[in-house]
Every structure is written in C-alpha cells, then in structure tokens.
C-alpha cells in the first residue's frame, strides 16, 4: 500500500532476522569470553582478574576441588580470577601452541615473570574473523589434559582478529590525522578457546580491556559489553546515556585582573565605612569564617585536625 516506504520496510525485516540470530548468541559470548587463556594472562601479568581469586586466602570456604570429569559440567569462570599456578600452565601450553620460537625461548629462558605489559586500553573492537584450533594443537592440547589429568582442563585454543570500532560517543579525537590512521589500520589477534568462538560469529562488536604484552602477544583482559554486527546508537538514546562532556570557557587573563581589581575595590570600600571588620576587604564585605583562609587558621587548623 505504501510503496515508497518498501525498502526501509525490507530493511527492518533483515535487521529483525539478524536480531533473531545475533541477540542469543552475544548473550552466550558475554558469558563465555574473553576466555581462560585470557583469564590467565590477566591473572598473571596484573590485569582485571588478578585480584579476584581467593581460593588461596585462610578466610575463604575449602571446597575438594572438582575433577576432571567435572569440568564439562562446571566450566571455568570468567569472572572468578585463576590460580597462579593454573595460570602459569595454561599461559605456557598457548605460548607451545601458537608462541613464535622467540617467544618460546624467552619464556624458557628468562621466565614468565620477566615479562611486562606495553599497553593497557579499553577500545572497541569487531570481528574481523575466526580461526578455529587446527588438528595439530589439538593433539597438543590432548596430550597435555593426559599428563594434568585430575588436575584441570585446557580447551584447545583458536585465534579470534578483530579490527578497531569506534565505540558512539560525543567524544572527538585529539590526535593529529596520521596518529588516527595508525590506530584504525591497528590490527589484534587474541587466543580464545574454541568452545569460546563457537559462541561468536564475524562482525560481532565489542567494548573491552586489551593489554599488549612486551612479547608481541595481545591479550582480551576483560569484556565491558558485547554488541550485536548491527548495533547503532540512534541520537536520542545517544544523548541519555552519554551526554556530550561540558564545556567551560575559562576567561582571559586580563578579564580575571580586571574582575580581582573590581573585588579589591568593593572590599576597599568595607574598610573605609568603619565597620572595624577585616574581613571586609575579603572580597566586598563576605564574612571570613575560620579555616577559610590559606593562612593559620587554613592549612595549620587542618594540620591540628590531622
């Protein structure tokens, strides 16, 4: 009846065919990343989830530890930190599993504690694409759960490259034009566990915590919110949730002598009507309450406070 309105009305469809797919499936990879890989490295080089295990505190509840065979059905958290010598495991096993032979002879030789982190930011990111575990590191990751058996449970890693995205905001740059460029052609490949990417899929959009390391490898430290490949804020819903920062116009100098030099005469004039009262010329009669003045009664009555 209204064909003039025919493809924004086909546009919607496609939009609520996508949203039938990608709103399920964001809410499981909010679950599931940035995975246990991930955990670790946080955990290890001081990252979001490095203060959130207590199993090792006197004061936490002592539970027997899960078995192997539990682990299917228990899974690790995201969100509850790691062990340091589970960290360490899982943290080595990636680096024999994708790790350059440089990065390998720099753990061997020099320990994971002698590396450091280069960057820490929270960026945006989108998928660019998925590469699930090939059979080789499966084998190895095989191996490795025969060996750690009763121990825990490593998922055989796959390599997640996103692309930056310029998360909506009131926001501007201020960078110079060539600092923007080399941010958006930045490329990141994050190690994440297959049964993590299978709750992913290309053009997903996420805010997170990304840290480089000083071996070159990228690490998802933590997931703020995961978005669907379509997600927009629409103007309206923009300028409620985050309103444009404030901006303040600070005066010229010689406005402010000439505002001092106002207020000086005013306080002056306090002086001359006799009233006795010094705290008169105080900025044109304000009464002077003690402790309001940078002198004895300001910084040494806080002192005495102290």
């Known amino acids: 009846m209204c064909p003039e309105h025919e493809s924004s009305i086909l546009a919607a469809r496609r939009i609520c065919d996508l949203a039938d797919r990608e709103l399920p499936a964001i809410r499981a990879a909010g679950i599931s990343l940035p995975g246990t890989f991930n955990v670790a490295c946080s955990s290890l080089f001081g990252g979001y989830h490095s203060t959130l295990y207590v199993g090792d505190k006197g004061w936490a509840d002592t539970t027997p530890p899960p078995t192997a065979s539990d682990w299917d059905n228990i899974g690790m958290s995201s969100t509850a930190g790691?062990?340091?010598?589970?960290?360490?495991?899982?943290?080595?096993?990636g680096i024999v599993a994708y790790g350059t032979e440089a990065q390998y002879d720099f753990v061997t030789e020099h320990g994971i504690t002698a590396m450091t982190v280069l960057r820490d930011e929270l960026v945006?990111?989108?998928?660019?694409?998925?590469?699930p575990a090939p059979p080789d590191i499966c084998e190895l990751y095989t191996a490795q759960n025969d060996m750690w058996a009763c121990k825990l449970s490593l998922t055989p890693l796959g390599k997640m490259r996103c692309v930056p995205w310029a998360v909506p905001s009131f926001d501007e740059w201020d960078l110079p034009a060539t600092k923007r460029a080399v941010l958006r052609d930045r490329e990141y490949e994050f190690w994440v566990e297959d049964k993590v990417l299978d709750q992913c899929f290309v053009g997903m959009k996420m805010e997170a915590r990304v840290m480089e390391l000083s071996c070159?490898?990228?690490?998802?430290?933590?997931?703020?919110?995961?978005?669907?490949s379509f997600f927009t804020w629409l103007p309206n819903e923009l300028l409620m949730e985050k309103r444009p920062k404030e901006v303040v116009w600070l005066k010229s100098r010689e406005a402010q002598e000439a505002e001092r030099a106002e207020e000086g005469e005013g306080g002056s004039g306090g002086l001359e009507s006799?009233?006795?009262?010094e705290s008169a010329g105080l900025g044109g009669g304000v009464e002077a309450k003690p402790g309001n003045r940078r002198g004895e009664d300001g910084m040494l009555g806080l002192a005495?406070?102290?």
Request: aromatic share 4%; hydrophobic share 45%.
């Open 304 to 306: 005495e406070e102290a």
């Open 82 to 93: 790691m062990r340091g010598e589970e960290a360490a495991v899982v943290f080595k096993t």
């Open 124 to 131: 945006g990111l989108e998928i660019a694409s998925l590469v």
């Open 274 to 277: 006799g009233t006795g009262d």
């Open 216 to 228: 070159g490898i990228w690490v998802l430290g933590s997931v703020c919110e995961v978005h669907c």
